[in-house]
């Protein structure tokens, strides 16, 4: 019988087809203990799988590129890690196997994570799948990962490592769907920077039945569990459609009575340039530098920021690029940055406050960009990420003058306090861009990373649209300009009540940039306004979404 569950889609596109399960069944090695002349073969069994585990993660995120190359280095780091391989050792002098040292090894590690606070839950999804791979490879057995299948399936898993979904082969994977997870979480990142429809945070998910057959949303977040054949020919009647308005739209970003909207890209690195390009994106609207900085222990050399940079600002002549300064800390910690034990990380020395603690690292990367855009005819704008108040504006525009830095400098709004202060900023510096993924973490005051409160991170709730409107009304008293770089601008209909609030640009993965195009060129700017309004009019997330909608598709 049809049911529909109901998730949080994070990826546009509707899939239909059966379901095959990820096989991440987590492996236990037997406890039985080993003889003391078998301990050096132990030894170099573990050594051996462990830099294969590694070397294979490498060479697929060499083959993947892009944000998925920085997030599967960081993870064959974990399975390289000189201290996780003492202890495996430790383990095996006094009686374990090489795969119950490892197994017990990481979950000692594991434990040591989740204790250290929610801000790791992404971090430790990543362990478990390092975990898995190796054991496997000790035990002989198959990889965890991507079912076989010689005919296209939606694949759905508790949550999907990294390593498998930078190498799915789309033209076997339909679609997926995954019980945890949230819009901002690796798997949905990935899925976009994929063009994979997906939905995530569905309750019930690892408990539908191989071989079902399911359509999946990956716009509304509705999986539709063996769906009639009304129901198949109405969900692909709305993806045809959705097709040939895509077809229809091009150009730059603007409503249908002509009032301009760019639509800029979120990237990672210039691997993510070319999908940008494709995709029509007038520029870069958040450049996460944190990807450079991920592998390694220490800052990258001025002379390879340079180089990195050079190669993004080359590619969007005329364009405008806005790199964010590193945001170490909470969800992103780096070795050489954030403080090792804070017992909020989330609330702690996180984002611009790391930089102003290490201003070194600020100045390199500072003058990097400062040399990566000489004699490059881009508009190049430097933003900070977590400011929370005027003092926090100023000192990283001090910052930027002392860099000989000749950019707009700009904040990112991410915290209440800036949403609510945002014209005493605006006095520091010329444009705020606002995350509003962190902006609903700290609003709701609810850990993005925990997939139970995915709830808050709906970017339609009323409360957090009220805070965009205050930030962009004080762009506008102001004469500056209002980015959306946080995942909201990725849904198309909200990309529409954003258009209505007043912000001044959408930048999103560039795989949802045609659909908001497309959406946005529907619509005139007092009907956006009008669905603004009635959105902030409304009780719920939900309800917002259902207010908008329907004056949008009622006019
Ligand atoms: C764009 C944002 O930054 P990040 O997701 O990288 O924290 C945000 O917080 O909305
Ligand atoms: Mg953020």
Known sequence: METTLRGVGVSHGVAIGEVRHMSTAELEPSTARIAPQDVPRERKRARRAMEAVAADLVARGNLAGGEAQAVLEAQAMMARDPELSADVERRIAVGSTAERAVYDSLHAYRALLAGAGEYLAGRVADLDDVRNRIVARLLGMPMPGVPNSDKPFVLVARDLAPADTALLDTSLVLGFVTEEGGPTSHSAILARALGVPAVVALEGAVDLAEGTV????????????APSPEQRERLAGIARERKAMLATATGPGA???????????????????????DAG????GLFRTEFLFLDGRKAPSEKKQVETYRQVLEAFPEGRVVVRVLDAGADKPLEFLS????PNPALGVRGLRALLDHPDVLRTQLRALARAAEG???????????VADRADARAFADACREAGLRAEVGVMVEVPSAALRARSLLQEVEFLS??????????FAADRQVGALSRYQDPWQPALLDLVAMAAEAAGAE?????????????????????GLGVTSLSMGATAIPYVRATLAKHTLAQCERAAAAARASESGDRARAAARSVLSGE
């Open 214 to 225: 399911v359509a999946v949303d990956g716009s509304t977040g509705e999986v539709v569990v």
């Open 376 to 386: 490059l005819p881009v508009y190049l704008e430097v933003m900070a990420p977590m």
């Open 434 to 443: 606002l995350g509003t993924n962190d902006l609903a973490q700290y609003a």
């Open 339 to 342: 403080p090792s034990e804070e």
């Open 255 to 277: 409503t249908s009575d002509g009032h301009r909207m760019p639509l800029l890209a979120n990237i990672g690195g210039p691997a993510d340039v070319a999908a940008a390009l």
């Open 479 to 499: 004469g500056k300009s209002c980015g959306v770089c946080g995942e909201a601008a990725s849904d198309p209909l909200l990309a529409c009540v954003l258009t």
């Open 281 to 284: 994106a007038e520029g870069v």
